[in-house]
């Protein structure tokens, strides 16, 4: 049994609000009574239920604090609320007792009949374990939930009176929790059959009304423990074969023995000494050995022993910094203590192990206060490459107005950019209830500091009518949403829709053709916008049907972006901000691949704005001209030159061809086919759309990384002097990102409490399958050879190409 069976929270440690999220009905609604026979036929088509959920916590069976309610939901069959609820009780003040009463009301209907159902649900189960993951809930028709510990209103239908239908429900339940196996097969058919029975059930009973609800997870489970308990009383043994889990809370702690011991060989009075300590060759060799761990690597206690013992020696290798703080026991005042003496006295280290001091690890306030210091030795352009990190290591801080919080405030205050994009990374994490205020504080100091400001960070500006500046930013979201949600009403094609966009621009909504003040871009905040040009503006044909926008600029020039509603940015943010980080540094190596990092901004949890990069689609590209170097002739042209395009265009397409190999494996950037990868065309080619990462992909056996035989054929093939280069290039570039392994890796640990998909699902596996990319075991020429294979390894991939066939297929009768 691995030691993760043991690991556990205890419900009285979690200082966080209660949270869940009410997601739907299930079921079919009764069909609604008309007030009396005259308006039978009326009162039947005009009346559409609107319900509500009212969620109130229960206590030992009284009632706790104000109920809750959801937005109204009049969209049937299924009412689908989405909706997370935060409750003012944290959990640890809950008992084992504590109940969820969840009731549906109708408002469209009168008070007697506006009573939907109720049902009555305990927060832990029978081994006090708190419920996390979906769970479907039976509605008692008509019935208010009661809250009771002995409740009339049970969501949890007991086994003796399970029918056919609650059991399956039952077993959805756990299926949708990942407590039973799934086997795509076999599944299907089982879905299939449940179905039949549904509605074989259904039509002899009538239909069952269910809310389905999403408990918060936790890391480990979370076990119920009174504020104040050493122990937890155990269940009462009974006599059924019923597995009984018994929780040892000294499980995963140190030995009494081997603490002392650890203690004795630490200790402080030994300081004196130890000052002279100098390492064997064999010790040596050991502390260099583990100097170049990555920063996701934990030291075993021998190796924590070994810096302790040679902190003194260490202190002129700037390296060994984190890892000696690693190995301090800051529960121990006095070791703490010289802990802290030391860093100060320590060789500065760099500012990419300083953001490693700003990881979740790194709980004292003088750590992190000390990564600060090192932080402003980085210029604004650097500290721009880490400026979503840091907003993310918010979450670490212990104190709402942190030091690193007022760092980035103050140099905010002297850079518009890193104003703007600070403001809106902070406000896009409002909707985290764990984190808000925190957050807003960050928000509310940035604010207060720049109305304050004298002068503007733009020289010609007072504070007061740059934050107007950013706020007007938010206005023009607003109304970005607006239009999004008419034009999705419009009933029709595309070409449809875009009228009645380009009608909203110059009618409605002509304020945005011209605004009355220049509003700074959110996506280039240096930039300064001054309207809209309906005649060039459009909609993408897609299914959410984002908006391709021509704005007017300041200095007589145009920017065309695109904006996106119902689709979380923040992932592709992320993505993109790595690519401007890794060309940055293969930049300061002297190795431009002539990647094209546009920009990207998330301006909430589900809509952002990106840069429109005029570009063809491969997919498209190859329908129409059915070649890469076809394409190219018809823009560079050279009877001269290699293919008959000019040598420059060939280098540029060939580098950028490596770089996006190069990141997209180590990102492990997924789902990639002709349709997301792009072609400009002066030869740029880079992709786009990163739904997938850190390994994840919707597709079956994908290559290492995304080379389509289309793309060697355009560098003449494999045994070209071309696609050597290529290799060549993308051997470089990648021993090039492994130096800069720590900053990435620390990078990615910071955004581990972040809300992104791919990250948020596992975070430590994410960071792992991250850090296995650089291949930190081998050298530079080990490397070389590795790469190599697996660039032949994804050309030579066939099964990849069978899919991209099949979704070209897939595109072409779309």
């Not at 992104?756 to 291949?775: V, Y």
Request: proline share 4%; with cysteine.
């Amino acid at each position: 049994m691995s030691s993760n069976e043991f690991r556990f929270f205890l419900s009285c440690d979690i200082n966080l609000p209660v949270t869940f999220r009410v997601e739907r009905l299930d079921g079919n609604l009764p069909a609604p009574k008309p007030p009396n026979s005259a308006e039978a036929d009326f009162a039947t088509e005009e009346r559409r239920p609107e319900l509500f959920v009212e969620c109130a916590l229960y206590i030992d069976g009284a009632p706790f604090g104000l109920p809750t309610r959801t937005r109204l939901e009049s969209t049937g069959p299924t009412y689908c609320w989405n909706e997370l609820i935060t409750l003012s009780t944290k959990y640890r003040d809950l008992t084992a007792n504590s109940q969820l009463a969840l009731t549906v009301w109708d408002v469209s209907c009168g008070k007697t009949e506006g009573l939907i159902g109720g049902a009555t649900i305990s927060l832990f189960n029978t081994k006090k374990q708190l419920k996390t993951g979906r769970h479907k809930f039976r509605l008692w028709a008509g019935k208010e939930a009661d809250g009771s510990i002995q409740t009339t209103t049970p969501g949890k239908v007991p086994k003796e009176e399970c029918g056919e239908l609650e059991r399956l429900e039952k077993l959805v339940n756990k299926y949708e929790r990942g407590q039973i196996q799934r086997v795509d097969w076999l599944d299907r058919l089982a879905f299939k059959a449940m179905d039949k029975i549904k509605e074989r059930e259904s039509g002899r009973n009538g239909s069952s009304l269910y809310v389905v609800v999403e408990f918060c997870s936790f890391e480990h489970r979370v076990v119920f423990q009174e504020s104040g308990a050493n122990f937890l009383i155990p269940s009462p043994i009974t006599t059924s074969n019923e597995l009984v889990t018994v929780w040892d809370p000294e499980v995963g702690k140190i030995n009494p023995s081997e603490h002392k011991q650890l203690k004795l060989a630490r200790s402080l009075t030994r300081g004196i000494i130890d000052r002279d300590l100098k390492p064997s060759s064999s010790e040596r060799k050991s502390i260099q050995r583990i100097l170049k761990y990555p920063p996701t690597r934990i030291l075993s206690g021998d190796e924590r022993q070994l810096l302790w013992k040679f902190r003194f020696s260490l202190m002129s290798e700037k390296r060994a910094l984190t890892k000696f703080l690693r190995c301090v026991e800051w529960s121990d005042v006095q070791e703490a203590k010289q802990a802290v003496e030391l860093m100060g006295r320590w060789q500065a280290i760099d500012v990419c192990d300083a953001l490693e001091l700003l990881s979740p690890v790194f709980e004292s306030e003088e750590v992190r206060a000390y990564a600060v210091s090192v932080l402003e030795r980085a210029d604004d352009e650097e500290l721009q490459c880490y400026l979503l990190q840091l907003v993310q290591a918010l979450r670490f801080e212990r104190s709402d107005k942190s030091r690193l919080s007022h760092f980035l405030v103050q140099r905010s205050l002297r850079n518009i950019e890193l104003a703007s994009f600070l403001r809106w990374y902070v406000a896009v994490e409002f909707h985290d209830p764990a984190y808000a205020k925190r957050f807003y504080c960050t928000y509310e100091i940035l604010e207060e500091n720049m109305m304050k400001l004298g002068a503007g960070v733009s020289g010609d500006e007072d504070g007061f009518k740059l934050w107007q500046s950013l706020v007007r930013q938010t206005e023009l979201i607003a109304q970005l949403c607006s239009i999004m949600r008419d034009v999705r009403n419009v009933r029709g094609g595309t070409q449809k829709k875009i009228e009645k966009l380009r009608q909203l621009l110059s009618g409605l909504l002509s304020e945005l053709t011209y605004f009355e003040e220049p509003i700074r871009s959110p996506l280039a905040p240096g930039v300064l916008i001054t309207g809209i040009v309906p005649s060039e503006s459009s909609i993408f044909k897609s299914a959410l049907h984002p908006l391709r926008l021509t704005f007017r600029t300041a200095h007589g020039g145009s920017c065309k972006i695109m904006f996106k509603k119902g689709d979380d940015l923040r992932q592709d943010q992320l993505v993109i901000q790595m690519v401007l980080l890794m060309d940055r540094l293969l930049k300061l190596e002297n190795l431009d691949l002539h990647l094209t990092p546009y920009r990207v901004l998330a301006t909430g949890h589900d809509e952002g704005m990106l840069e429109f990069i005029p570009s063809s689609s491969l997919a498209q590209i190859l329908s129409e001209h059915r070649s890469i170097i076809s394409y190219l002739q018809k823009f560079h042209p050279d009877e001269n030159g290699p293919f008959g395009i000019t040598a420059t265009c060939l280098e540029t397409f060939i580098k950028s061809c490596a770089g996006y190999s190069v990141i997209t494996y180590i990102l492990g950037i997924g789902d990639r086919h002709l349709d997301n990868l792009l072609l400009k065309t002066d030869g740029r080619l880079f992709h786009v759309d990163f739904g997938f990462i850190l390994g994840r992909d919707p597709k079956p056996f994908p290559p290492p990384m995304k080379l389509c035989k289309e793309m060697v054929e355009a560098m003449g093939g494999a045994e070209s002097q071309y696609y050597t280069r290529f290799k060549s290039y993308c051997c470089e570039a990648y021993n090039i990102l492994r130096k800069s392994s720590n900053l990435i890796l620390n990078l990615f640990h910071l955004m581990a409490g972040s809300n992104i998909a791919d990250i948020a699902s596992d975070p430590e596996k994410g960071i792992l399958k991250l850090q296995e990319k650089f291949r930190l075991d081998l050298d530079d020429e080990e490397c070389i050879h590795f790469f190599q294979d697996l660039i032949n390894e994804s050309v030579s991939a066939l099964f990849p190409q069978m899919v991209e066939t099949i979704h070209r297929w897939a595109q072409y009768w779309r």
